[in-house]
């Protein structure tokens, strides 16, 4: 994960579409396990249980170099998503301060309602120290707690979409109607590349 992770910031350095590399290189027939980048990692395990191997190691005076340095480049994606966000709006002469951005998906992966170390909630918590006003819309949670203050979700509709001077797509639940969102964002901000192949899609959409 922190090695798809680093090779997206790579890419958007070098100007290169990341997820046109990964469509490339999964055509190989054998020998593939694809990874996809993200806004970061999250849940009770991947962000937590290899450190206490990397606490463990140490008493036995061994450095896991590999288990830090991919927790480093993990919990760097949240700022990287947050200042790409500030990015795109400047592109449009709109600052970060004061913007209306819509989260969609709070939880820390698909499909779940667990949004325990969500990314999410680190780059909403970002996002408002740095003046922007968040909503969410999330299918499986219903309220979350960003920057110690609980918060409601909204609905997800065409009047939320068009509404939001930049809607950010965090966690790709099936329940969320890409066609929708892809016609009826302004600009959408999508970190988990599912909106990729849609036929039509268009100059609004901005991938990780």
Not at 81 to 90: D, E, M, S, T
Not at 134 to 151: A, C
């Amino acid at each position: 994960i922190a090695l798809v992770n680093e090779l997206a910031l790579l890419c958007d350095r070098m100007g290169i579409d990341i997820w046109e590399v990964l469509d490339a290189a999964n055509t190989k027939p054998f020998g593939i396990m694809p990874f996809y980048p993200g806004p970061g990692v999250g849940g009770h395990c991947i962000p937590l249980d290899p450190h206490y191997l990397e606490w463990k190691a140490k008493e036995y005076c061994f450095s896991t170099h590999f288990i830090a340095l991919a927790g480093e480049i993990n919990r760097s994606m949240p700022e990287f998503v947050c200042n790409k966000a500030g990015r795109i709006l400047n592109c449009l002469q709109k600052a970060l301060a004061g913007s209306k951005i819509l989260l969609l998906g709070v939880a820390y992966k698909k499909n779940v309602n667990d949004w325990r170390e969500s990314p999410s909630i680190d780059v909403a918590s970002l996002l408002q120290e740095r003046g922007a006003s968040i909503q969410f819309v999330d299918p499986h949670v219903d309220e979350v707690e960003i920057s110690g203050i609980r918060s409601k979700g909204t609905a997800l509709n065409r009047a939320a979409l068009e509404s939001a001077d930049l809607v950010l797509l965090l966690t790709d639940h099936d329940a969320f109607d890409l066609q929708l969102i892809v016609e009826h964002s302004s600009v959408l901000f999508d970190t988990r590349g599912v909106t990729r192949h849609l036929a039509n899609k268009a100059d609004n959409v901005h991938l990780l």
